[in-house]
T-cell receptor
């Protein structure tokens, strides 16, 4: 089955620890995205990648980092510099950057 | 700066009713508009994508319209069912940008 997978579904971390969220797609899409969703709000873009080994900051990149070493994978690291990391994180991909985006099931991160 | 608004924030209707969800945007220079469905704790499912040159798109009981000049889109759901209960999000992509700008969503409850 083609799709986007995110793991884990739930993640708990202590304040001050870095944590990496996984995103994998087997849709052969070039573009991949990371969004953050807070309760009752829409999604906000964290990082975006059009192609392997290239990525750009979105609206709220501070405290986050990404890598794009393979077309299929776009992991997101939430660093200790992110002041309010508790949120629902969604990964998406599209054939190219202006095409329809498809979303993964999300990872809920709780930092205490 | 583009802003996307969805009103109402929540809507409760009896089963079988036809309903309309609203999405408005402040800058009409959009490339396309996408409607999504989100179930609690889940990722987003794309429902309809309307290109800026189109006036509407249909899929089953769903019909989305777009009026760029007035900065509005509507999602019409015919003969609503309890299974339609979810949060519906609209998002726009600008001509010169890769990112989606989301509204905060309308939470729909269809009562049996």
């Amino acid at each position: 089955d083609g799709g986007i997978t995110q793991s884990p579904k739930y993640l708990f971390r202590k304040e001050g620890q870095n944590v990496t969220l996984s995103c994998e797609q087997n849709l052969n899409h070039d573009a991949m995205y990371w969004y953050r969703q807070d309760p009752g709000q829409g999604l906000r873009l964290i990082y975006y990648s059009q192609i392997v080994n290239d990525f750009q900051k979105g609206d709220i990149a501070e405290g986050y980092s990404v890598s794009r070493e393979k077309k299929e994978s776009f992991p997101l690291t939430v660093t200790s510099a992110q002041k309010n990391p508790t949120a629902f994180y969604l990964c998406a991909s599209s054939i190219m950057d202006h095409y329809e985006q498809y979303f993964g099931p999300g990872t809920r991160l709780t930092v205490t | 700066k583009q802003e996307v608004t969805q009103i109402p924030a929540a809507l409760s209707v009896p089963e079988g009713e036809n309903l309309v969800l609203n999405c408005s945007f402040t800058d009409s220079a959009i490339y396309n508009l996408q409607w999504f469905r989100q179930d609690p704790g889940k990722g987003l499912t794309s429902l309809l994508l309307i290109q800026s040159s189109q006036r509407e798109q249909t899929s089953g009981r769903l019909n989305a319209s777009l009026d760029k000049s007035s900065g509005r889109s509507t999602l019409y759901i015919a003969a609503s069912q309890p299974g339609d209960s979810a949060t519906y999000l609209c998002a726009v992509r600008m001509d010169s940008s890769y990112k989606l700008i989301f509204g905060s969503g309308t939470r729909l409850l269809v009562r049996p």
